[in-house]
């Protein structure tokens, strides 16, 4: 049987005893005369490999380390994290619907730009695989920090227990090597960095309404821009500061109230004003400008940057600046008075007067076209479950001037805000009632209820949504579950409600290219004052405060046909 060589391994276990040395630190062999060195016994009865009769090493000096080949920058980190396509190779749609799967919401008043935007800086952050934490008494083990998407003065979100030796896989000196500067200032709370870490890392869940990843960064970003955006005018006119110690006796209950200031606003409201301040912090690098700065010069600049380079319309600027007002609140506990400078107001009317008007292009859905599609469901559209869920869905859209938000869900289902079973309810043998829990201009949750009453009318409004409730009843396992499911058993989302609302439109003979899921709400407006309901009447049906219902209303030429009748009657 042929024998086989023995391993490395084998020659540092073989190594003869301390042998003495020059001063220049090479090791010598001493030769013994008459006395012939006795082999070890080498393992399982090998005979002994050539280099077992090597000098041996000195075990002071360690082993040189192994040649190491450059990472090259496919195997970086940055490098792995997935590249998004161009603007040009994106729908509107398509952006929506990655947003949707991403769980951030999204403005149906965004377009196309703002929408890649949001998905590129939401996909800018990377997601690493989270591992549990090692014991800090641990010695020389190194715990790797995540990546950052929000860097903060300290430098990092986890340091390393070797944090004084140098790091040749990090490429920068040990810590001890900084300048002083950093060593003294205020260390950030810890529970911001947990915040800005479960940010880094990729939420393990998804976001929920306590504790979204809109508001874990949030916190994060208005502490580190305080800190680097100077002293604080006054030391208690804000509280997202970084010089409150973690050992501080109130230190949980400020964790609580920065939590819920950020719930002061709606999820959505907070992911624009977010979209907003990562725009604002873009423009600060491309012309090398010290952030966070609020001086008239640069928040004047900053709108005529959004104008001429980003080319956004007046009213997605002033989102902007209401979202940089937000966060100037937060971090100096008062707003801007340059972004309430009448010099910015009057720019923000220039660029107004200069852009051309574009008029509302979205079609209402009437009565009439409520009826033919109502009649596309019952005659045959796609499976039984989809046509039945549209019909109650296009009824109840339209009886109640409903938004697509109070309907569909945009985020992640929450039966304390989205529609469930339970929300429908059969008051009498002609009325049925549909709980709105939350809406656009209901953010405190105080509840709305609209009816659908038994009427003469074809498309019987109260008998399709009754047996709709009658039959999601049998099907459901809970009260809570969601009112409205897809053929996969999921809740409705904008995105599905709005693609079969196109494709029914599309089987009813109608052009979809102008409709959206808020005709619903543009359509009832119109058929109301068409039918001639008075303006009270209207704003009590579609729950508007205000004259704002009058841009819902819709006339076309036949409309003014009917009235020029009218006149010589």
């Known amino acids: 049987m042929s024998r086989k060589p023995s391993s490395s391994s084998d020659e540092e276990t073989n190594i003869a005893g301390d042998a003495p040395s020059h001063s220049d630190g090479h090791t010598t062999i001493i030769p013994t005369p008459d006395v012939a060195p006795e082999p070890q016994a080498s393992p399982r009865g090998r005979t002994p490999a050539r280099s077992d009769l090597r000098a041996p090493r000195r075990r002071d000096q360690p082993s040189p380390p192994p040649a190491r080949t450059p990472s090259s920058p496919a195997s970086s980190y940055g490098s792995a994290t997935p590249t998004v396509p161009p603007i040009g190779k994106w729908t509107v749609a398509g952006l929506r619907k990655a947003l949707e799967n991403a769980d951030i919401p999204a403005s149906r008043k965004m377009h196309k730009a703002e929408l890649y935007d949001l998905y590129v800086s939401s996909q800018a952050t990377p997601k690493t695989t989270h591992r549990p934490s090692k014991s800090r008494t641990a010695r020389n083990s190194p715990v790797q920090s995540p990546p950052s998407g929000s860097r903060t003065r300290s430098g990092s979100l ?6 004084n030796k140098p790091s040749s896989s990090l490429g920068r000196p040990p810590q001890s090597a900084r300048a002083g500067s950093l060593a003294e200032e ?48 006054n030391a208690s006119s804000s509280i997202f500061r970084t010089d409150i110690p973690v050992t501080h006796p109130l230190k949980p209950l400020l964790d609580t109230s920065l939590d819920t200031i950020l719930q002061a606003v709606s999820p959505r409201t907070l992911q624009t004003y977010v979209t907003a301040w990562r725009c604002f912090k873009t423009f600060h690098v491309s012309y090398n400008l010290p952030f966070p700065d609020f001086s008239l010069l640069t928040i004047t600049s900053f709108i005529s940057y959004l104008n001429s380079i980003k080319s956004l319309q007046v009213g997605s600027i002033k989102g902007y600046l209401s979202g940089i007002q937000f966060f100037h609140k937060l971090i100096y506990g008062a707003p801007s008075p340059e972004i309430n400078n009448s010099q910015t107001s009057l720019l923000i009317k220039g660029i107004q007067r200069s852009q051309p008007n574009r008029p509302d292009t979205r079609q209402p859905i009437t009565s009439d076209i409520l009826t033919q599609c109502i009649y596309t469901l019952r005659t045959g559209y796609l499976s039984l479950h989809i046509a039945r869920t549209l019909d109650a869905m296009f009824i109840l859209a339209f009886f109640g001037f409903l938004r697509c938000s109070e309907l569909a869900i945009t985020s992640k289902f929450d039966p304390k805000t989205h529609p469930t079973i339970s929300d429908l309810s059969v008051i009498d043998n002609e009325t049925i009632s549909f709980l709105i829990k939350q809406s656009k201009t209901d953010q405190t949750k105080k509840g709305h209820l609209i009816y659908i009453f038994k009427l003469s009318s074809p498309i019987q409004p109260f008998q399709s949504v009754l047996a709709y409730l009658q039959w999601r009843t049998s099907q459901a396992n809970c009260h809570l579950d969601p009112l409205f499911i897809d053929e996969s058993n999921k809740p409705v989302t904008r995105f599905w409600f709005q693609k079969h609302l196109k494709s029914v439109l ?7 290219k102008n409709f959206s899921s808020h005709s619903f709400r543009i359509g009832a407006a119109t058929s109301a004052a068409q039918k001639g309901l008075s303006q009270q009447q209207i704003q009590a049906l579609g729950r508007w405060s205000s004259d704002a219902f009058q841009s819902y209303i819709r006339t076309n030429r036949f409309h003014i046909k009917k009235a020029h009748q009218t006149l010589i009657e």
């Open 158 to 163: 986890h340091q390393s227990t070797r944090r």
């Open 186 to 233: 205020a260390q950030p709370s810890t529970t911001t960095y947990a915040a800005a870490a479960q940010y880094a890392a990729g939420p393990s869940s998804p976001p929920t309404a306590t504790r979204s990843v809109s508001l874990s960064l949030s916190v994060s970003e208005i502490q580190d821009a305080g800190s680097r955006g100077g002293q604080f005018p």
């Open 506 to 512: 599309q089987h009813s003979g109608i052009p979809a």
